[in-house]
């Protein structure tokens, strides 16, 4: 009798066994491809996440992929359960500059190199805006006040470390200004920002251009300055540097797996990305949200991101958001 129930003990043991490696094994065709948005629904990596999706299907019409949600902490909660699917080569993490900031500024026992970097997608500049009824009619008037009096000039933006938030602490430190006086207003979503502006009741605000660009176009808002390093087509606005200040910075997001993939798990799964970026729906995309494309794979990506975590660090650092 116990010899039989060891036994059993041993296939049920063998079968557990079994279906975590189907899981959490290496990439396959059969397997079903996850993407976790370490976000809420309806934000950008939420957005990114599902048009990749559909952009998967249409490459490669027989692989599954599905799309799930882990909100929290700037996307480090997320971060963390990735951390613990060590080796699963069916499973990506959209990401992007938000997580690196978010990381520093939670103490994240998890960083990003407890992961397996895949590809850079894509690119989004920021805007700064004013109300319309503004007294600031350029950036060198917003940046007159500002020095005369930081805590007079309210900034609202996303949340706090991330992409808005540091683009106003660079503003200030080229503005010669303390970055840790920013008064800075820090929203879960960009809806929150936009009311503050619309009713005018901050000062200024920063976010992606695709947020403010339409509320720009139809004057309910002022552009001040955009942080590409060249015009944007279609959109009335300077760049912060014809403003006078040395701003440059784009919102960039894309793919990061478990660590521990094998060579063979790693290539697959760059390979299948780059599939999907070359597919037309994920063009179409593209063009229609106003990204740009600034795809990346392999070392390329490593050492971009690996960039990206010493710039940020010092940033966050500088604006007194880490002790």
Not at 65 to 73: D, L, Q, R
């Amino acid at each position: 009798m116990r010899l039989r129930v060891l036994a059993a003990v041993a296939a049920l043991s063998l079968g557990a066994l079994t279906a975590c490696g189907a899981q959490g094994g290496g990439t396959s065709a059969d397997a079903t491809l996850r993407i976790m948005a370490p976000a809420a629904p309806g934000g950008g990596w939420d957005q990114t996440s599902r048009v990749a999706e559909q952009a998967f299907k249409a490459a490669d019409p027989q692989r599954k992929v599905e799309v799930y949600n882990v909100p929290g902490a700037g996307g480090t909660i997320g971060l963390a359960q990735l951390a613990g699917e060590k080796g699963n080569g069916n499973l990506l993490m959209t990401m992007g500059l938000v997580m690196v900031g978010a990381i520093e500024q939670n103490k994240s026992n998890v960083t990003l190199a407890e992961t397996t970097p895949i590809a850079k997608l894509t690119e989004e500049y920021e805007i700064v805006v004013v109300p319309a009824e503004s007294p600031f009619k350029t950036l060198a008037d917003m940046v007159a006040a500002w020095k005369a009096d930081p805590a007079k000039v309210s900034i609202s933006g996303g949340s706090a470390g991330g992409t808005d938030h540091i683009v106003a602490g660079l503003m200030a430190k080229a503005a010669g200004i303390d970055p840790k006086q920013v008064n800075y207003i820090a929203h879960s979503g960009g809806g929150e920002a936009l009311n503050e502006l619309l009713g005018n009741k901050v000062s200024a605000g920063i976010s992606g251009v695709g947020e403010f660009a339409e509320h720009v176009k139809s004057g309910k808002l002022r552009a001040l300055g955009v942080t590409s390093g060249e015009r944007l087509p279609d959109l009335d606005a300077p760049t912060l540097k014809e403003g006078g200040l040395d701003v440059e910075l784009s919102n960039w997001r894309g793919f990061v797996a478990p660590a521990g993939l094998s060579e063979a798990d790693k290539k697959a799964l760059t390979d299948l990305v780059t599939k999907m970026h070359d597919s037309q729906p994920w063009k179409d995309a593209v063009a229609k949200n106003g990204w740009i494309d600034s795809f990346q794979t392999g070392q390329q990506f490593a050492d971009y991101l690996n960039a990206e975590q010493t710039r940020v660090k010092a940033i966050i650092a500088e604006m007194g958001l880490v002790s």
